[in-house]
């Protein structure tokens, strides 16, 4: 541990690196970013330069041997992580993996296996756990505030940046498309503010004009919750002014966020019930710093990381049955277990 900070071992040179999470690592107190895998090693020496990262690598298994760096962050294309979360538990190095962790649930199972084995920590990064708002929506939920479950709401749609524009919009083999893209992270929230798991799906997709040939960029989905709570979810990366939400209503109350389903610390939570309406105080704090610090302490034997590899599993099994309903046009039942 380099200053006694956990060190951490970036794999890829990614967009999510550059513009989120090597600032959380530096301002979490408690990580540093000490290396850098890229499998060009001419653009991951510039980017160690350029983002201050101390030691560049063209070959995993070397950065993999690398003391200084204690776990990785794998933020490489989708398809790569499943390899890479595997070789990096042989080495016995903690892992937070970015969504989705794989390109199938067995693939990911495989991963959670891995890391349990080697005893190490795998964590998934949905931040969106980490959001002030939802933290306190949870609370709510849990309080019985809001009675019986009933529906959920969750509009999950931007403008993908034009950066970005790239695997999402243009190869329907990835696991990057908007239904897979967007859709673990809704996933990964309804299970969190609910304590439920989704269990059936239907889906709709379709190219509003963004998505290339054979890709949606647009989804809308119901489903249904073990606990019997119905929902539906919408993921779209071509309507620049949407504003993210979800709603939660229940039997003696509803809670409306909005502008919560984004990357930066930012929205409101109001509650509605018998005695009124009224915003919910939020204490906002970078979401991916708390992500960071959750990863770091466990791995310390502090507690659990903030979202878990099962958590990462279970969100990507939602959302590819959400993918196979919208393109077999059926209702699909979600696999219990990896
Ligand atoms: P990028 O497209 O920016 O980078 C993905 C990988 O592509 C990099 O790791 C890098 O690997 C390679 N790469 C980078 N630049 C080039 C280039 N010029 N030519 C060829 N290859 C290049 O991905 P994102 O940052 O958008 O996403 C990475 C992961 O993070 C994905 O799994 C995504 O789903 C996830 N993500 C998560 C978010 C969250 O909030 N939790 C938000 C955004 C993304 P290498 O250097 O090894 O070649």
């Known amino acids: 541990m380099a200053e006694n900070k956990f060190g951490?071992?970036?794999?890829?040179?990614?967009t999510i690196s550059r513009e989120r999470m090597i600032g959380a690592m530096n301002d979490s107190g408690v990580a540093l970013?000490?290396?850098?895998?890229?499998?060009?090693?001419?653009?991951?020496?510039?980017?160690?330069?350029e983002m201050?990262?101390?030691?560049?690598?063209?070959?995993?298994?070397?950065?993999?041997?690398?003391?200084?760096v204690d776990g990785v962050y794998v933020a490489s294309t989708n398809e790569r992580h499943h390899a890479e979360v595997l070789a990096s538990a042989a080495a016995g190095k903690h892992v937070l993996c970015d969504k989705p962790l794989a390109m199938s649930v067995a693939q990911a199972a495989e991963m959670v296996r891995a890391c349990d084995a080697a005893g190490v920590v795998f964590a998934t990064n949905h931040h969106m756990r980490c959001g002030a708002h939802h933290i306190a929506m949870r609370e709510i939920v849990r309080s019985g505030q809001l009675g019986e479950l009933v529906v959920v709401r969750v509009v999950h749609g931007a403008l993908l940046p034009a950066h970005l524009q790239t695997v999402r919009i243009n190869d329907p083999a990835s696991c990057a498309v908007a239904i897979i893209d967007l859709a673990v992270h809704d996933a990964d929230i309804v299970r969190v503010l609910t304590g439920d798991e989704i269990v059936e799906v239907?889906?709709?997709?379709?190219n509003s004009g963004m998505g290339t040939d054979r890709i949606e960029d647009t989804a809308l989905a119901i489903f249904r919750t073990a606990g019997g709570?119905?929902?539906?979810?919408?993921?779209v990366f071509n309507t620049p002014f949407n504003r993210g939400a979800i709603e939660i209503h229940g039997t003696k109350g509803s809670l409306y966020a909005l502008d919560n389903m984004g990357q930066s610390p930012q929205g409101t939570v109001r509650l509605r019930d018998a005695k009124g309406e009224r915003e919910i105080p939020l204490?906002?704090?970078d979401l991916y710093v708390r992500m960071v610090r959750s990863v770091v302490a466990a791995a310390r034997g502090e507690g659990?990381?903030?979202?878990?590899?099962?958590?990462?599993?279970?969100?990507?099994?939602?959302?590819?049955?959400?993918?196979?309903s919208a393109r077999d046009n059926r209702t699909v039942a979600v696999p219990a277990e990896g």
């Open 33 to 49: 970013p000490v290396a850098i895998f890229s499998r060009d090693m001419v653009r991951g020496r510039a980017f160690a330069d």
């Open 229 to 235: 709570t119905l929902g539906h979810i919408h993921n």
């Open 8 to 14: 951490f071992g970036l794999i890829g040179a990614s």
């Open 304 to 324: 659990e990381p903030a979202c878990s590899g099962r958590d990462g599993l279970r969100s990507l099994a939602v959302a590819l049955a959400m993918l196979k």
């Open 283 to 285: 204490q906002h704090e």
């Open 52 to 68: 201050g990262i101390p030691r560049a690598y063209d070959r995993l298994e070397d950065m993999l041997a690398d003391p200084t």
């Open 202 to 206: 239907a889906a709709m997709g379709k």
